[in-house]
């Protein structure tokens, strides 16, 4: 009886010993699996995660490494600048060239052309009847960036802005309202609950958006993610940021049930013009079980290969280093913003953080607002990677930080396409010069990033404005009953409008007993005006 107690508790000790064997060797085979088996070229340890952090402004770089230049720094002088900043005796100066050159070259050339008397007029009329641009078309200079890593390639013309056909007419501000109001009756996103489909695990749902699953997927965890309002262009920053932050907890819900899909993309386009399918503003939200998508899975190869030929250092790092010393980027919190110097198309911005957090998304929100509000362009498409939702991951070279790139897409009234064979197969053409791009980001940033600036109390004021309108023109409608087009005045009134060719307002008879109404706006125009410069307020 004895032995038998003791091969029990042999046993016993045995079972628990083997059970804590097999977890070990699960947990280490989990780890194994998440290490890249090629020989690594430097240590973990010697390897460089991304940061913001800048160690000198522009401001430094211009005194220091480009003083001499005196014209103005912009896609046309960038040649001049960087051969200045290479024979910079500044060991700092030096060292950020060394950069700025492993990943880019400029090169700039210069083309002629004879124009005929008989075609001369139309040029010149293309030209806005300038005759300085109409000398500079008959020597002209193209600047190309190459960026050696990515392979990415831009041709900044400043001229071929001019071309016709790449301008509307129509206004644009009535178009967005008549779209908007025509759209919104039968807009699918705003009934969701009924007309859109639901991932197998349900909605993602916040105060102010929601997730749907894409009827016609492109990926096996496919959704989008969409405003609870229908206007394009009019939502808060309060209203995007929980936007996003939705998008992100679609995110982690499908990777939780999936460990397998771990690569994050968000695509946005905005209006037809862009490619969007329903006016109302939505995203694509996706993940990736395998690699990121073309562009951005390129990017990050890119960003391998500059680690293993610069020890360790971080590519996004220096991307953003030599941009800031072009005095090309600007700052809030722990995200930074770049006017990109090879663009896909105008006013790109590529914005980065270690991780998609607020400033990140507020970053991106001003961005938007910069190209809605000041720039007044309406269409734009994005495209937004983030890290890998990858728990058992550990540094290497192609780890990336939070990524969005976002461009303009042309007028939203223009039938022709932003998008031609150079920009399919060769190289991006670029009208817009960054180093003007970056100023209205800067402008955007310090005005709406505070919370009582100018902007805020003018948009308080008018809105306050249009309140006290609103009720006036109630009370002027409770007070007075409609013309029943049959009494005197009414009639009297009609001819006066026929006579001035122009509406007026009807004053109905006035009737004893009633008390006086409130007198409407002096003008018939004054309403109409508000209610547009409100709009466009509110959409700041």
């Not at 679609?250 to 899909?261: A, E, G, I, S």
């Not at 008879?509 to 547009?532: I, N, T």
């Amino acid at each position: 009886m004895a032995g038998a107690r003791m091969n029990k508790k042999l046993f016993g000790i045995g079972l628990i010993a083997v059970c804590v064997a097999s977890f070990g060797w699960v947990r280490l085979l989990m780890i194994f699996s998440s290490y890249d088996v090629r020989p690594r070229l430097v240590s973990i340890d010697g390897l460089q995660s991304f940061s913001t952090y800048k160690d000198h402004d522009f401001e430094w770089y211009q005194r220091n490494c480009f003083g001499a230049m005196t014209e103005k720094l912009s896609i046309s002088t960038l040649d001049d600048y960087v051969a200045l900043w290479k024979r910079s005796s500044n060991p700092y100066c030096r060292n950020t060239y060394e950069k700025f050159s492993s990943i880019y070259a400029v090169n700039k050339v210069s083309g002629q052309i004879v124009v005929p008397e008989t075609f001369q007029v139309k040029l010149l009329k293309w030209l806005g009847n300038n005759e300085e641009l109409l000398k500079e078309a008959k020597l002209q200079f193209i600047t190309t960036v190459y960026n050696q890593y990515t392979h990415e390639s831009s041709i900044f013309n400043p001229l071929r802005s001019k071309r016709p056909g790449l301008t509307s007419d129509e206004d644009a501000d009535s178009y967005i309202e008549e779209l908007s109001s025509k759209t919104e009756k039968n807009c699918d996103l705003c009934e969701y609950k009924y007309k859109t489909a639901e991932d197998t695990f349900g909605r993602i749902e916040s105060e102010h958006s929601v997730t749907a699953a894409n009827a016609f997927k492109y990926d096996s965890y496919h959704a989008l993610v969409m405003f609870k309002t229908h206007h394009p262009l009019l939502f808060s920053e309060e209203q995007f940021v929980d936007f996003m932050n939705t998008a992100m907890k679609w995110f982690m819900k499908v990777h939780t049930m999936d460990k397998q899909y771990r690569f994050p993309h968000l695509m946005w386009d905005s209006l037809p013009k862009a490619s969007a399918s329903q006016v109302h503003p939505h995203a694509q939200i996706s993940l990736n079980s395998i690699r990121y998508y073309g562009l951005m899975e390129h990017i990050k190869q890119a960003g391998m290969r500059y680690g293993q030929e610069h020890d360790g250092q971080n590519y996004f790092s220096h991307l953003l280093q030599v941009h800031s010393a072009l005095g090309l980027t600007t700052t809030l919190g722990n995200a930074s913003a770049m006017a990109y110097i090879t663009p896909k198309k105008d006013h790109e911005i590529f914005i980065v953080s270690k991780t998609p957090n607020t400033d990140f998304f507020r970053l991106l929100y001003y961005t938007i607002r910069a190209f809605i509000d000041d720039l007044h362009l309406y269409a734009w498409s994005l495209a937004m990677f983030l890290p890998e939702l990858e728990p058992w991951s550990t540094p290497d070279y192609d780890d990336i930080p939070a990524i969005v790139r976002i461009i303009t897409r042309g007028p939203p009234t223009s039938s022709r396409s932003d998008i031609s064979g150079l920009e399919l197969f060769g190289a991006s053409n670029v009208n817009i010069d960054p180093f003007t791009v970056i100023q209205h980001i800067e402008n955007s940033v310090k005005s709406r990033s505070q919370p009582q600036s100018e902007h805020n109390l003018k948009q308080q004021k008018i809105q306050q404005q249009i309140e006290e309108l609103q009720q006036q023109l109630e009370q002027q409608k409770q007070a007075d009953p409609p013309c029943d087009g049959e009494s005197e005045m009414c009639k009297l009134n009609e001819d006066a409008v026929k006579e001035n060719g122009k509406e007026q307002e009807v004053k109905p008879p006035e009737k004893a007993g009633k008390e006086e109404a409130v007198k409407p706006p002096e003008k018939s125009g004054d309403a109409k005006e508000l209610v547009k410069e409100v709009q466009h307020v509110q959409r700041r």
